[in-house]
């Protein structure tokens, strides 16, 4: 997975080309941290449909919330630079990211 910057945000998401996972969290989010190894799994799992990448909101805040993400945590997912989905706050769990990906891998192959 891709650890992000402020300063790499911009060519790996908004300038990339394709299906882009950012996984949003936070220094001392315990559910971000609890999601971390599913995140890591389901990156192996979808490596040729989406780019997986991570961006600690602790260091980035304004861009944080350039994007709307107010709290954590947020699970989104970009096509071509747009967010199109994501999952945030108690909706951001395991099970519901397996099947977030699955479907957005199926409807955009």
Same mark, same amino acid.
Request: glycine share 4%; proline share 3%.
């Given at each position: 997975? @891709? $650890? @992000?910057?402020? $300063?790499?945000? %911009?060519? %790996?998401?908004?300038?990339?080309?394709?299906?882009?996972?950012?996984?949003?969290?936070?220094?001392? &989010?315990?559910? &971000?941290?609890?999601?971390?190894?599913?995140?890591?799994?389901?990156?192996?799992?979808? #490596?040729?449909?989406?780019?997986?990448? /991570?961006?600690?909101?602790? #260091?980035?805040?304004?861009?944080? =919330?350039?994007?709307?993400?107010?709290? @954590?945590?947020? @699970? /989104?997912?970009?096509?071509?630079?747009?967010? =199109?989905?994501?999952?945030?706050?108690?909706?951001?769990?395991?099970?519901? +990211?397996?099947?977030? +990906?699955?479907?957005?891998?199926?409807?955009?192959?």
């Amino acid at each position: 997975m @891709l $650890e @992000l910057t402020k $300063e790499t945000f %911009e060519d %790996e998401v908004l300038r990339a080309q394709g299906l882009v996972f950012v996984d949003y969290y936070g220094n001392n &989010c315990a559910p &971000c941290e609890a999601l971390r190894p599913r995140i890591e799994e389901l990156a192996e799992k979808f #490596k040729d449909s989406f780019k997986f990448t /991570a961006l600690n909101t602790s #260091k980035a805040r304004r861009l944080a =919330i350039s994007q709307q993400v107010l709290g @954590l945590p947020v @699970l /989104a997912v970009y096509q071509n630079g747009e967010k =199109i989905r994501e999952l945030v706050g108690d909706n951001a769990t395991a099970d519901n +990211l397996d099947s977030f +990906l699955s479907e957005l891998s199926k409807t955009n192959t």
